[in-house]
């Protein structure tokens, strides 16, 4: 038993009832010593340790663990037993549990990917986040994409721009896909603009989140276009558009003195503060 | 009126027959798994149906306020199938464990075949092994020695009776299952195998312990408004509001119950629906913000 067994069962002792806690311990010891077969126990898991929240808001393995459920946390460790008797095999067993389980087995192979021995350099698992990501179940893709390091080791580019996309496209913070400010390009910053103007001609509204992403790589008139909705009246919408430009103007001083424009007349505490920031990018 | 739909193959349904079922009361559906009017080449379809029962099934009935549960199994008809038959047996293990399986089924007998017997045995073992009841089909052609023989069958194995929802009962077959113990089914259709006016004299005659209906609203001529029109027919005929609610919320949950995996508490709420405000899935469309 490893560190990182010990922490997700003491996480998932502390929420789940003590009968599924045991329940636990002995489908662990099944799967370990091949006595109880994985597919038959993985289903059942939340049956008995239930399907709350973990309610940790720590980060275990580089995994941050504030959306995880209970039964994601015992899923994880069920795999990890595994893992340790099949040592090759266990991201194709992870994507075999993926492709037969319903939602909430989904979601549990889906986190566990980046706890499984090998996860930063072991692609195996791609084929599940890829499946994930076509999918129309918020829960499914948000486990695939969301605070999940391994999409974010593995997707090759063209299929992570696809993540980010969609991410903004079901609304969902762009802020929660692990190493973003990392793998973000210029191509995925016209992409994002691309967007935005999509929802301006549809006069829907443009999810402020993307703009300091966008402004990492920035295409020509972002600038311009990120002033602009520093005069919007929602005050969220001045924040995306002051975090944009708090980037861009650590590169171009030409900002300066609209930011400061602004600043004179800025009621909202966040977006004053980000006015102020400039960052050196 | 609340409604259990006991018996609903929603895969072949539109979105306009959840609302329709939600309008008229329906807040839980039961979808055995059966055939699929085609039969099927290699257990690697049925694998993909299952996981569609578990899976987007569910979800869809959850964007209208229904709960979604399902029976696991191999139905009589490609029981007869040797191309499929062995291996989905092989895989049913791991899909009696889903959350929302209540039952095996739809097992039992369609042309009274060594095949069907040995694989209707074989799932009533299963059934005992992961601790659920049966839903079992019955034949509709031969219908009274098909209920006769399943009811043999069910004696000779041990299997528990009250366990048992022998379904697609006619007014020969009641008299055959009325005092063995066994749940008594009915589909109710548009114009064949039994309808409204016909489940309420059955009623009328034998009483209403045991009594499930169903739409088994599928992929022919069916109807998904089926349990409503008969609790309607109920009414007409002055049947009390505990009686009808009785036939179609309590009798299925008592039956499914039986699983263990049927929470009381949890029909009381609305299904959980995650990602609800997806913007860009139609489905979901027309719904919350």
């Known amino acids: 038993v490893t560190d990182l067994d010990a922490t997700l069962l003491e996480l998932i002792r502390a929420a789940a009832p003590a009968e599924g806690v045991e329940w636990l311990q002995g489908a662990l010891a099944g799967v370990a010593d091949g006595t109880q077969d994985l597919a038959v126990v993985f289903p059942g898991v939340a049956r008995r340790v239930g399907r709350g929240g973990l309610g940790s808001g720590a980060t275990v393995g580089g995994v941050p663990l504030a959306a995880w459920r209970v039964d994601d946390a015992a899923r994880a460790a069920l795999l990890l037993a595994a893992a340790r008797r099949f040592p090759d095999g266990a991201f194709a067993l992870a994507v075999e549990l993926y492709r037969h389980g319903d939602a909430r087995e989904k979601t549990g192979a889906l986190r566990a990917l980046a706890l499984l021995p090998a996860a930063p350099s072991d692609p195996a698992g791609l084929p599940a986040i890829l499946d994930a990501m076509r999918t129309s179940q918020g829960e499914i893709f948000e486990a695939a994409i969301l605070d999940n390091p391994y999409a974010s080791w593995h997707l090759p580019q063209h299929e992570w721009h696809k993540a980010v996309l969609k991410t903004v496209f079901v609304g969902q913070p762009v802020d929660r896909i692990v190493r973003i400010d990392e793998r973000a390009d210029a191509a995925l910053a016209q992409s994002l603009l691309e967007f935005a103007e999509e929802r301006e001609a549809a006069t829907r509204a443009v999810p402020p989140d993307i703009w300091r992403i966008a402004s990492l790589h920035p295409p020509r008139g972002l600038a311009a276009k990120l002033l602009g909705y520093l005069e919007h009246p929602a005050p969220e919408q001045r924040r995306g558009a002051a975090a944009g430009l708090a980037v861009l103007a650590g590169a171009d001083p030409r900002l300066r003195p609209f930011l400061d424009d602004r600043l004179d007349r800025e009621r909202d505490e966040t977006v004053r503060a980000m006015l102020r920031t400039q960052e050196s990018r | ?289």
């Open chain 2, 1 to 289: 009126m609340r409604i259990f739909e006991p018996h609903a193959h929603m895969v072949s349904r539109v979105t306009d027959d959840y609302e329709r079922m939600a309008l008229a009361g329906v807040e839980a559906v039961l979808e055995p798994a059966f055939w699929v009017g085609q039969p099927r080449t290699h257990v690697g379809t049925f694998l993909d149906y299952f996981d569609g029962l578990v899976g987007w099934e569910r979800y869809r009935a959850a964007q209208y306020g229904i709960h979604h549960f399902c029976a696991m199994g191999l139905n009589p008809k490609e029981a007869n199938d040797d191309r499929v038959n062995a291996a989905v047996l092989e895989q049913l293990p791991r899909y009696l464990e889903k959350d929302g399986v209540l039952s095996v089924g739809e097992i039992g007998y369609d042309d009274m075949t060594e095949r069907e017997e040995k694989f209707f045995i074989a799932q009533l073992e299963l059934a005992r092994k992961h601790g659920l009841p049966a839903l079992i089909h019955t034949p509709h052609r031969d219908k009274k020695r098909g209920v006769q023989r399943t009811l043999d069958v069910l004696r000779d194995v041990a299997f528990p009776m009250e366990r048992a929802l022998v379904d697609h009962n006619t007014e020969e077959t009641v008299p055959l299952c009325l005092d063995t113990g066994v749940w008594m089914g009915f589909s109710i259709y548009p114009d064949t195998k039994m309808d409204e006016v016909r489940m309420v004299d059955i009623m009328r005659k034998w009483g209403i312990a045991r009594v499930i209906c169903n739409s088994a609203c599928d992929w022919g001529k069916s109807d998904p408004l089926k349990v409503p029109r008969t609790a309607q027919r109920m009414r007409r005929l002055g049947y009390s509001h505990d009686d009808i609610e009785r036939v179609v919320w309590h009798n299925p949950i008592d039956f499914f119950a039986q699983s263990g995996r049927l929470d009381r508490a949890e029909l009381d709420k609305r299904p959980a629906i995650e990602g609800e405000l997806w913007e860009g899935n139609s489905i979901l469309r027309g719904q919350g913000a």
